[in-house]
């Protein structure tokens, strides 16, 4: 893998980076690929988490954290250490930051406070006139509904219910995504796919198989963990600091990340399935793939549990991009 600092300033949204650097990739395509494969523009698969800070990659340097899938994208990958979410000013952060990213614009330049009315260009618009065929999938009631939802080719929400019964919170939107690419897809067409993967958002709850490969005891606290935050940050009584006693014990913080990596690594294997089908029909090579996440998240850094605030481990998210060349 290659590291690359991106040390930009605060204002510079996390969108625009991701946005620029997927679209050189694409403006200098027909370099990257060989002369062979230069008829075709490379094909686009975007992964965005939901709440998964920075640190929860094993590849990335977290050794307590089981990640195979998300290391072999790593591992292939141009990986942005310094990649941050703009923020916003209200407690989903993840709406603003999510239609950052399909508008290209930052918050306060997209329109339509919180939620872009999808009017002007955006990233379904963009693939669509160069010659994509577009799928999307994200979690009922994000940003980009239902504006810029429709304007992919193909669009769902992803209903929650019977994941969190289960277990597999990212099973249902990785089966759509491999039936699309096994029996859907223009095969004429490079395709541009956009998973809003759910997790790992609470309530965290994942299958037997994946928490079974944790010891909840043993599981490091983050370096920067506090058992309650100094001084009153503006957002202390919000719903997320709420989700645990002050002052938050180390015993409790250890079950909230159990369950986080857990949630995690259950993702991870879905995406490995999604990464498996893409070797199996021989599109590895010619597929950009990009994945990142909306925002992280405390979970006992600074005595904080939410991400309603402006510490590293809330703005810092994973930023990987691997493809052709």
């Known amino acids: 893998m290659m590291k690359i600092a991106c040390r930009l300033p605060v204002q510079r949204s996390l969108c625009q980076v991701r946005l620029m650097a997927a679209l050189v990739v694409l403006l200098s395509a027909s370099e990257l690929l060989p002369a062979s494969a230069q008829t075709k523009p490379p094909n686009v698969l975007l992964l965005f988490a939901d709440d998964q800070r920075h640190d929860t990659i094993h590849a990335l340097g977290n050794e307590a954290i089981i990640t195979p899938n998300l290391d072999r994208v790593a591992r292939r990958s141009f990986v942005f250490d310094q990649a941050y979410s703009f923020g916003g000013n209200a407690g989903a952060v993840c709406i603003p930051s999510r239609n950052m990213l399909m508008t290209g614009q930052t918050y306060f330049r997209f329109g339509g406070g919180p939620r ?4 002007g260009l955006t990233f379904p618009k963009v693939m669509k006139a160069a010659g994509y065929e577009t799928w999307y999938r994200e979690k009922s ?6 504006h810029i939802q429709t304007q992919f080719d193909h669009f769902a929400d992803i209903h929650m219910v019977n994941a969190l019964r289960t277990g597999y919170a990212a099973r249902g939107v990785v089966n759509d995504a491999i039936a699309f690419l096994e029996e859907e897809r223009d095969a004429e067409k490079p395709f541009f796919m956009y998973l809003g993967l759910p997790c790992p958002h609470d309530p965290r709850w994942s299958a037997k198989e994946f928490r079974d490969q944790y010891d909840p005891e043993s599981i490091p606290l983050p370096p920067n963990y506090q058992p309650q935050h100094e001084y009153d940050i503006g957002s ?3 719903r997320d600091e709420c989700l645990e006693i002050w002052p938050r014990t180390r015993a409790a913080i250890r079950r909230h ?4 990596y857990s949630l995690i690594t259950g993702m991870d294997h879905d995406i490995g399935r999604l990464l498996d089908t893409l070797d199996q029909l021989d599109l590895t090579e010619g597929t950009i793939i990009i994945y990142s996440a909306d ?4 979970l006992g850094s600074h005595g904080l549990m939410g991400k309603q605030n402006l510490y590293e481990s809330t703005q810092k998210v994973p930023m990987l991009i691997s493809g052709p060349g």
Do not use: E, H, R, V
């Open 116 to 119: 872009s009315d999808g009017t």
């Open 141 to 146: 009631g994000k940003a980009n509904l239902p």
């Open 236 to 238: 202390m009584t919000i």
């Open 257 to 260: 990340l159990f369950d986080y």
């Open 295 to 298: 925002q992280g998240i405390a």
